[in-house]
């Protein structure tokens, strides 16, 4: 930005690097923030602060919280023994808007890559197969992306869950329906096609 300060420079830089938002975008931003100092500024900085304090991953399924557990984690009446596996917290928040499932999730956090060095440890898939055995799930369901890394994720999770299954309680491993299209991805749909799909899921 010619003639910007240099720590207006580094908060565009920063804005930048936000999804949706180029330079371009970063500019028109922090310039709107900059003319409303008191009324949105501040208020977002002192926010944002806080946020960056309290909130974390929740240390069982990885969604955000600000306890050691989310709410959902906690919550007593969601223990109904089925686990939905999502790719991250926007996939997670999607699945609630449709308030067609009422059980817990795991959060992978991605999906693996071996172009990216992600591999099952990164995204927790030990930790999901163990709280099989721990919270006494009886089906998993495996809503992620219908893309080539979705699947094949979702494909190494059934294997690892029938692998862990074999020695104890069978659990049965589903996938959402075909109302999600190829290559859509969760966050993006709406409320009906997301209930829709939950209800028509389908042994993985």
């Not at 050691?68 to 999607?94: K, S």
Request: some cysteine; glycine content about 10%; charged content about 25%.
């Amino acid at each position: 930005m010619p003639d910007a300060p240099a720590d207006v420079d580094a908060l565009i830089e920063l804005m930048a690097r936000l999804p949706g938002l180029g330079p371009r975008s970063a500019r028109r931003a922090v310039l709107h923030l900059l003319s409303r100092r008191g009324q949105l500024m501040a208020p977002l900085a002192e926010t944002m602060a806080r946020v960056a304090r309290t909130v974390h991953d929740c240390t069982r399924c990885g969604n955000i919280a600000t306890g050691e557990i989310c709410d959902i984690c906690a919550d007593p009446a969601r223990a109904t023994g089925e686990l939905c596996v999502v790719e991250d917290v926007a996939d997670l928040w999607a699945m609630e808007r449709g308030q067609a499932f009422k059980g817990r999730y795991h959060v992978l956090g991605g999906t693996l890559s071996a172009l990216d060095a992600v591999g099952p440890d990164d995204l927790g898939i030990p930790r999901l197969v163990a709280r099989l055995s721990e919270e006494g799930i009886v089906e998993v369901i495996l809503a992620l992306d219908a893309t080539v890394d979705g699947q094949t994720t979702a494909h190494y999770i059934a294997d690892a869950i029938e692998r862990a299954a074999s020695a104890g309680e069978p659990v049965s491993v589903t996938t959402l329906a075909r109302g999600v299209p190829v290559g859509g991805e969760l966050d993006y749909l709406d409320e009906g096609t997301i209930q829709a799909a939950l209800r028509a899921r389908r042994r993985f």
